[in-house]
T-cell receptor, first 118, second 113 residues
């Protein structure tokens, strides 16, 4: 079974530029998450999708960050314009099988996209 | 609301010694608890999880953790450290269902030969 795929793995941009990250979750996983992990900190949830609807985006800086999951499968996270403090690893995760099986909250993570803003 | 506190951002042990990584949680409902491991330049990988039932849970690579409701703790242990255990470990909590999973700040484990 293929895992969570993310791209690009690494991205370096200047501040005020834009960047987009892509994620393809495990097949059949209805829930998709974007986490931000700043060096030395734990992952912080940016946005959680259930199919193509948003469940939680309370910590997403909506003035510069946006995310979409149009067909309930893959997702894109965009930052525009980027700031120095956006330098972090952006982790995508997915969970829960379809058809109402109990979601115990176990997350399956991709390898992450490391963003450096200069 | 829920939260996780991991005591000690860095822990060093000798190879063959006991590993103990501490995690305390706060949750308004019975929690689901997890330990994840992160190797350099990789995503997080599940080590073990507690959902319901037996409070001592065993995971991969010889790790185990015990859910202690009275102490609101979920400490991770391994009897004998191996060099390959050097990594960062994250404790996480969720009420379950489709609710948010909250992570601690992580503990970096160093294993000294």
């Amino acid at each position: 079974e293929a895992g969570v795929a993310q791209s690009p793995r690494y991205k370096i941009i200047e501040k005020r530029q834009s960047v987009a990250f892509w994620c393809n979750p495990i097949s059949g996983h209805a829930t998709l998450y974007w986490y931000q992990q700043i060096l030395g900190q734990g992952p912080k949830l940016l946005i959680q999708f259930q199919n193509n609807g948003v469940v939680d985006d309370s910590q997403l800086p909506k003035d510069r960050f946006s995310a979409e999951r149009l067909k309930g499968v893959d997702s894109t996270l965009k930052i525009q314009p980027a700031k120095l403090e956006d330098s972090a690893v952006y982790l995508c995760a997915s969970s829960s099988p379809l058809r109402g099986l109990a979601n115990t909250g176990e997350l399956f993570f991709g390898e992450g996209s490391r963003l450096t803003v200069l | 609301a829920q939260s996780v506190t991991q005591l000690g951002s860095h822990v060093s042990v000798s190879e063959g010694a006991l590993v103990l990584l501490r995690c305390n949680y706060s949750s308004s409902v019975p929690p689901y608890l997890f330990w994840y491991v992160q190797y350099p330049n990789q995503g997080l990988q599940l080590l073990l999880k507690y959902t319901t039932g037996a409070t001592l849970v065993k995971g991969i690579n010889g790790f185990e953790a015990e859910f202690k409701k009275s102490e609101t703790s979920f400490h991770l242990t391994k009897p004998s450290a191996h060099m390959s255990d050097a990594a960062e470990y994250f404790c996480a909590v969720t009420p379950g269902g489709y609710q948010k999973v909250t992570f601690g700040t992580g503990t970096k484990l160093q294993v000294i030969p």
